[in-house]
């Protein structure tokens, strides 16, 4: 899933309207921000391999520390008590952050074949397999995504041009990643898959930038 984490993040914002929307996109993205990290350090491993399901060719071989339910609980509540210890935030404010982590995992068990982990250890593997079904794959990551767009606009107003300008362009470049990555050709290789990953920090920079640029209504 891509689309659909972020759009739980933009929703997010409804709720803790204090928390940076950079803040949200880095607590509900943590699992595939640290992923590409672990891929390039050989710690977890996937492969390219088309077909695997119609939606993506990856093969996600292993990734324990990254998407097991249980590593994103613990990546979870570290991030959310940093959080609110750094920002001296209230505790909802953290608990939020602390619950979007491993969203991330529920999320992606819908789309994912078997491939999912509960615990780093552990050998059973989880996924519903929505990714065999196109029509089915871009409901749910449309509809997360828009429902979520139009919750934080609703919840923010822009505070000058780029408050207005920022978040428009933020959405059309997500929705036009995630469709050059579905209709575009399969990319060469694992170390390709990790540095293009990499490049998602650029989102959460993108989302503080706009959020400094929009006040709670
Ligand atoms: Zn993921």
Same mark, same amino acid.
């Given at each position: 899933?891509? =689309? ?19 803040? *949200?996109?880095?607590?509900? #993205? ?5 992923? +590409?990290? @672990?891929?390039?350090?050989? &710690?977890?491993?996937?492969?390219? #391999? ?6 993506? +060719? ?6 324990? %520390?990254?998407?097991?339910? =249980? ?38 068990? &819908?789309?994912?074949?078997?491939? =999912? ?12 397999? @929505? ?10 990551? &449309? ?5 979520? &767009?139009? *919750? ?19 959405? /059309?470049? *997500?929705?036009?990643?995630? *469709?050059?990555? /579905? ?14 990953? #990499? ?8 989302? %503080? ?9």
């Amino acid at each position: 899933m891509f =689309l659909g984490h972020f759009g739980l993040g933009f929703g997010a914002k409804k709720a803790v309207p204090e928390v940076s929307l950079g803040a *949200l996109f880095l607590a509900c #993205q943590f699992a595939d921000l640290l992923w +590409p990290t @672990l891929l390039l350090l050989g &710690l977890e491993r996937v492969e390219v #391999q088309p077909g695997a399901t119609l939606m993506t +060719p990856l093969d996600f071989v292993s990734y324990p %520390y990254s998407h097991s339910l =249980l590593a994103l609980a613990v990546w979870g509540a570290l991030f959310g008590a940093v959080y609110k210890i750094a920002t001296r935030s209230r505790m909802l404010a953290g608990a939020v952050l602390g619950l979007l982590v491993p969203s991330h995992w529920f999320l992606d068990v &819908l789309m994912h074949r078997p491939d =999912l982990p509960i615990t780093p250890a552990g050998t059973a593997r989880h996924g519903l397999g @929505l990714w065999n079904s196109m029509g089915g794959t871009l409901a749910i990551e &449309l509809l997360l995504f828009l429902a979520g &767009l139009v *919750l934080y606009a609703r919840a923010t107003a822009a505070r000058d041009r780029a408050g207005s300008i920022g978040l428009w362009s933020l959405a /059309v470049f *997500l929705l036009v990643v995630y *469709l050059a990555s /579905v209709f575009g050709p399969p990319p060469p290789g694992a170390a390709a898959v990790a540095w293009a990953a #990499q490049a998602m920090w650029l989102l959460v920079a993108w989302g %503080y930038w706009v959020d400094r640029h929009r006040v709670d209504v």
